[in-house]
């Protein structure tokens, strides 16, 4: 798999010659193929026993020379000739067609009138989008694309962002955000996971703070879609309240908040999620909680970011000392829920 994730990036920045510099080539293919470092190198080094690269490797995958890409065709799918066929049938221009390739895999079962009737849809949707403000997300997707309220949800965001949908069109999900505290707290901390949310509730009730979760559909999600929802929420802008315990502020004045933090898990996906909702909250900073993470897993070495912990493929390349800490083993969050801790550290801030 880490090979034809190698393989893909180096098609994606293959330059006009053929040949890539030896520095920083293992560094631009992890950031574009969402793979470690030591991952990228393995790869690089069974893409020379395929032939596909020349040039020098020294035993660890690292190039030493230029290397000249003679990387295999592309294999185009059934599905992906028939979506290419249907994009073109309707006229879209090459940015169009280049931005919206990549929904070929969540329309294998449709027909080519189906197709276009689609394409016709995201069109007329991308043409009224600054009128549809308030209006709810299942709502536009049932109104534009087929009569289906699930459509916006289903089809790739990145792809609809780059074809040109505004973020909080292209996301499908109404965002709940449970909230938990008094009416005027000291401290808000922002929580990655409802379990932990849960544990820190039931040990601070008496102090200060509040807390704030997100939950997707009702009160269900799938496990890792909570953080990144917290983010989602945030970014759109678009979400209801629940009151878990207490009287907690309204989310505007929580995230207005003096001292705002975010807790999550000790990894490079809740570090990404930290980054996501402080591009909208400037003023947030990591909560204080990170620090008995940080202490665990100096002392127990924590996790692997493998497929077994469920963090498979997780990586970052930031400067930040978390984001460094964290870049191959990881710790969660569930593992300091114990009310000391919570108590000891919640209120305050690490960064």
């Excluded at 880490?2 to 920083?24: F, H, I």
């Excluded at 295999?72 to 221009?93: C, H």
């Amino acid at each position: 798999m880490s090979t034809t994730k190698v393989r893909e990036a180096l098609r994606k920045l293959q330059p006009a010659s053929g040949t890539m510099r030896p520095t920083p080539l293992v560094a631009r293919v992890a950031r574009v193929s969402k793979l470690t470092e030591p991952e990228v190198r393995a790869g690089l080094l069974e893409l020379k026993e395929l032939n596909e690269l020349h040039g020098s490797f020294n035993s660890q995958g690292q190039p030493l020379t230029l290397i000249e890409l003679r990387l295999q065709a592309k294999t185009v799918t059934a599905d992906e000739r028939a979506w290419q066929a249907a994009m073109a049938d309707e006229s879209l221009s090459d940015i169009d067609q280049e931005a919206l390739a990549p929904l070929y895999s969540k329309l294998a079962d449709w027909s080519p009138q189906d197709m276009g009737r689609l394409i016709n849809g995201l069109q007329r949707l991308r043409a009224e989008q600054d009128s549809l403000e308030g209006v709810p997300r299942f709502v536009i997707s049932a109104r534009y694309l087929l009569g289906s309220s699930k459509l916006l949800d289903t089809l790739p965001s990145l792809a609809l962002r780059r074809f040109g949908l505004a973020g909080h069109l292209s996301t499908g999900r109404t965002w709940h955000l449970m909230m938990a505290g008094p009416p005027k707290p000291k401290t808000v901390v922002l929580v990655e996971n409802p379990v932990a949310f849960e544990a820190a509730v039931a040990a601070t009730a008496d102090l200060p703070l509040a807390w704030m979760v997100t939950y997707g559909y009702g009160l269900s999600m799938a496990g890792e879609d909570y953080g990144r929802g917290l983010a989602g929420a945030v970014e759109a802008r678009d979400y209801a309240r629940l009151v878990r315990a207490g009287q907690p502020p309204t989310p505007a004045a929580a995230f207005a908040c003096e001292r705002l933090t975010f807790w999550g898990d000790l990894d490079p996906e809740g570090f990404r999620i930290f980054q996501r909702l402080q591009h909208r909250l400037p003023h947030l900073r990591l909560s204080a909680l990170y620090q008995p993470m940080l202490d665990l897993l100096e002392a127990t070495g924590g996790h692997p970011l493998a497929k077994a912990t469920g963090k498979q493929g997780q990586n970052l390349h930031d400067e930040h000392p978390l984001a460094v800490r964290c870049g191959e083993r990881g710790i969660d969050q569930e593992s300091i829920c114990t009310p000391a801790i919570l108590r000891e550290f919640a209120c305050e801030a690490i960064a």
